[in-house]
């Protein structure tokens, strides 16, 4: 056990977790949204894109095709051993755990950061 707590019945309050957090050196800090990088442009990332963007041309004749605003469906024809393929997207709204918590515990100047993905 980290603290040695041996007795399950009793409770620490709010103030003495607070005043231990404290004698660990930990501080109570206002979460910062953290830092962006975008990496679009790195090479291994456009590397990437270009496998990536080959493969959906490959997949791509086996999609559903749906045409204009009045959203009419062409079936592709499909050879008996393949499927059709659905192109599922996203967007890119990230939730995390604990965003509402603006407060965080942390070593003085060291917040940590939270991963994009």
Known sequence: MLFNITNEKK??????????LKKL??????????????VHERKDVLEYHEVFLKQMKEYEQFMLI???DEMKQINPK???N???HIFV???ELLFYANN????????LGELP?????
Do not use: C, E, M
């Open 11 to 20: 409770i620490i309050s709010l103030k003495t977790s607070w005043i231990w």
């Open 25 to 38: 050196g930990l501080v109570s800090q206002s979460r910062k949204k953290g830092i962006y990088f975008n």
């Open 66 to 68: 749906f045409v204009r």
């Open 78 to 80: 499909i050879p008996n």
């Open 82 to 84: 393949q499927k059709i």
């Open 89 to 91: 997207i996203h967007d």
């Open 100 to 107: 509402d918590r603006p407060i965080v515990w942390a070593l």
């Open 113 to 117: 950061l939270q991963k994009k993905g």
